[in-house]
């Protein structure tokens, strides 16, 4: 639920005043440098909304967490694991009834299972996958800041639709992470996974994606699989995020940014109380070499240019939407073969909570669509 049209005409707007009708008492202003200081701003629901998405943003977007978790507080780092497993079967039951949802709407069977001794969810439309999809298969990476989401919850939040529709085989990690584990512990897990995998499907038939940390960990794992000479899979989801170039998954820059405390309101700066909330979502990354090219593969244009068919998805109201949009101009740049899908108004991983709305659905068809295209038979 942020706006990049919307934040354009703002811009405009602001930059016509200040040239036209400014006086020293009003408050909002543009800076020498470009820089604007609006003091007063309001951002009405958008007049592009389909009725079902205003409809979920006026019940949800007050109580909604940008990543799709519960708001409560993370225990300290060390705490006992008895702990932490408590905060993960909370998030399993907060994503309970949209999981019910999902599953009602989109029928499959989930088989939890796993693969090269990694703990993976088998996600397959009920009717069953149609002969043009037997010979595919995705991989899904679940968002959750490397540090939410342990479990198959979570994934399948992410998979379910586009099984589905697709009428494809989703394999959903349970990959490691923060606080037990530290980056590259879910890069070898996607590794083991693939290389699982590669002894059954053709390389340009495997598709991979993921939401937030999890479209981070596409990436990461796209140029892992280059690092250790592995052949490229067919095609990759980017979703919610932009290959990494900084640790800290909230400071990603650009226009967008003001919306990265999640807490879908605008802000110039992030304030100590945000940075605390968020600082969980670095633990992970914290220890990673800053030139590592599997760590932060968006710093790197020769890895770049390596990566297979890539779609970008992201929403005008995202905190990573400027830098999802950079990167796809990039990939274009370096010869690859990138799509972009904004949700218009969509918010950080709208995807995975405004699951009833217009825009979502539509969402799901393309992205379900755009991996048939892409993927061999």
């Known amino acids: ?12 707007t602001v930059a016509v005043a200040s040239q036209t009708a400014m006086t020293d008492k ?28 205003k409809s979920w943003h006026r019940a949800n977007a007050a109580e909604w967490s940008a990543t799709a978790m519960p708001p409560s507080p993370l225990p300290p780092r060390d705490a006992p694991r008895a702990l932490w497993d408590k905060v993960d079967a909370a998030q399993q039951q907060y994503l309970s ?22 703990h ?22 679940r968002g959750g800041g490397f540090v939410y989401g342990r479990g198959l919850s979570a994934g399948q939040l992410e998979s379910i639709p586009i099984a589905a529709i697709g009428k494809f085989k989703v394999v959903t990690i349970d990959y490691r992470q923060a606080p037990e584990y530290e980056y590259p512990a879910a890069s070898e897990d996607v590794e083991a996974v693939y290389r699982a995998l590669l002894t059954v499907y053709k390389p340009q038939s495997i598709g991979i994606f993921g939401c937030s940390a999890g479209g981070a960990l596409t990436a990461q794992a796209i140029a892992w699989f280059q ?3 592995l052949p490229r899979p067919g095609a ?33 700066e992030l304030t100590e109380t945000d940075r605390a909330r968020l600082a969980p979502l670095s633990w992970y990354m914290e220890k990673a070499n800053r030139e590592d090219p599997s760590a932060y593969p968006g710093k790197f244009d020769a890895v770049l240019a390596q990566f297979p068919s890539t779609l970008f998805l992201s929403g005008t109201r995202a ?27 969509g918010g950080h991983a709208a995807q995975l909570a405004a699951i009833e709305t217009t825009e979502v659905r539509d969402a799901y068809n393309y992205i379900a669509r755009w991996f048939q295209q892409r993927l061999a038979e």
């Open 319 to 345: 905190y990573e939407m400027s830098p999802v949009i950079v990167a796809h101009t990039r990939l274009l740049k370096l010869g690859v073969d990138s799509s972009l899908y904004l949700i218009e108004g």
């Open 236 to 268: 990759a989801g980017i979703f919610c995020y932009a290959p990494p170039t900084t640790p800290t998954l909230w400071d990603l820059g650009g226009d967008s940014s003001i919306w990265a405390s999640g807490e879908l309101l605008p802000k110039s």
């Open 1 to 12: 639920m942020h706006g990049l049209s919307f934040l354009v005409a703002a811009v405009a």
């Open 120 to 141: 993976v969810g088998v996600i397959a439309p009920v009717e069953g996958i149609t002969p043009k999809r037997r010979h595919q298969v995705l991989i899904n990476l």
């Open 26 to 53: 009003e408050e909002s202003r543009v800076a020498a440098d470009g820089t604007l200081y609006i003091k007063a701003l309001t951002i009405p629901p958008s007049n592009l909304w389909s009725p079902s998405f």
């Open 227 to 229: 690092a250790r000479e």
């Open 97 to 118: 009834k949209t999981l019910a949802t999902l599953k009602a709407r989109y029928p499959v069977t989930v088989t939890d299972t796993h693969i090269a001794g990694v």
